[in-house]
């Protein structure tokens, strides 16, 4: 084994070479600044915080037989790009963040990766990994395209939040969720077609993705999470499933662009905020299943024109229409909880009796 501290801040050190026999590094080459070259024998099995802010090193070959890159191995190093072997199970936590020359990086099927192992990788743009935990990737401002292999069940919390350069993901079939701002801020990407196997969009997973014009909802899908695609300007056409019976507070709010929308038949209620400030929007049809519309739910939807209120059960808040200043036509039920609303709060809107 070779300790912590071996080297520590050896400024002269340019090429370090192991023989046959060691199997862990731990922090031992700590600020080695000059270090351009490591060559790693093939009975290495553990890197352990080995090369941390080695700014010098550029390139390195990680041996077949290595298990483990622990915590921190290359964090802030010159690294341009990385390939982990397939005998690799574990990449810890920071592994490579801050590692800001890096371009590309390969990992195993086998891998599992710990929080942040390439957060602040501004430079990375390109990744190929089977899974990515919660804010993996958070800051790779380089980052253009990910494919996520078939076997990923989950998206994590954070993984690509603030990827400013993302333009593409192929999310596989096996994916069930997706994660809490997963894609939080990636204002580049221009779509997503989540696999027919996702059931959950977490809370604001694509809010703020600014250029996002298309979203592929499955028909497997049951819920979306508060502020899930918030501020997506571009985006101007909402198909929601049937399967899906919840959608949180504020899940398309913000949305200017978006004036063409279909919602679940299944949807239990309009929750607050669910498209306020949708500027574009001229109709809305509330399923006969909503049992209620929440408060600023079409708050300064100023193109408003058209509701329909399927249900005569449907309450509405105070605040539901505030800021409609269009809004000129209520299609609803003879005597329904709607009609009444409209008819105490905005007198200067048509009622017309639905069948």
């Known amino acids: 084994m070779i300790g912590s501290g071996t080297f520590h801040e050896c400024d002269s050190l340019r090429r370090c070479a192991f023989g046959e026999g060691t199997v862990c590094i731990e922090s031992a080459f700590y600020r080695c600044g000059a270090l351009t070259e490591a060559v790693l024998p093939s009975s290495l099995r553990v890197l352990s915080g080995a090369f941390i802010e080695c700014e010098a090193l550029r390139q390195i070959a990680l041996p077949e037989g290595l298990t483990v890159i622990g915590n921190g191995s290359f964090y802030a190093s010159g690294l341009t790009e990385i390939r982990v ?12 963040r801050d590692c800001k020359s890096l371009i590309r990086a390969e990992l195993p099927a086998s891998v599992t990766v710990g929080s942040g192992a390439f957060n602040g990788c501004e430079s990375l743009n390109a990744i190929v990994t089977p899974m990515l ?39 596989p079939a096996s994916v ?133 209120v399927l249900s005569p059960f449907t309450t509405v808040q105070s605040t539901s229409f505030t800021g409609c200043g269009a809004l000129s036509d209520l299609y609803t039920p003879e005597g329904s909880r709607a009609e009444t609303w409209f008819a105490k709060n905005m007198k200067n809107v048509a009622v017309h009796a639905l069948p």
């Open 85 to 96: 072997p397939s005998s690799v199970r574990s990449v810890g936590e920071s592994a490579f």
């Open 133 to 171: 935990p919660a804010s993996a990737c958070e800051g790779c401002k380089s980052l253009e395209s990910i494919m996520l292999p078939d076997g990923i069940r989950h998206i994590a919390d954070g993984a690509f939040l603030d990827n400013t350069r993302l333009k593409s993901i192929f999310i």
């Open 176 to 308: 069930r969720s997706v994660g809490n701002r997963a894609f939080s801020g990636c204002k580049q990407l221009g779509r997503i077609e989540l696999p027919a196997s996702v059931l959950t969009v977490g809370n604001g997973a694509f809010s703020g993705c600014a250029a996002l014009e298309r979203a592929g909802l499955p028909e497997s899908l049951l819920s979306l999470g508060a502020s899930a695609f918030s501020g997506c300007g571009e985006l101007s056409t909402l198909v929601m499933p049937d399967s899906v019976r919840s959608a949180g507070s504020g899940a398309f709010a913000e949305c200017g662009g978006l004036y063409h929308v279909k919602l679940s038949c299944n949807l239990s209620a309009i929750a607050s905020g669910l498209f306020s400030g949708c500027a574009a929007l001229e109709e809305i049809e509330i399923p006969a299943s909503a049992e209620g519309i929440g408060q600023t739910a079409f708050q300064r939807c100023a193109a408003l024109k058209k509701v329909t």
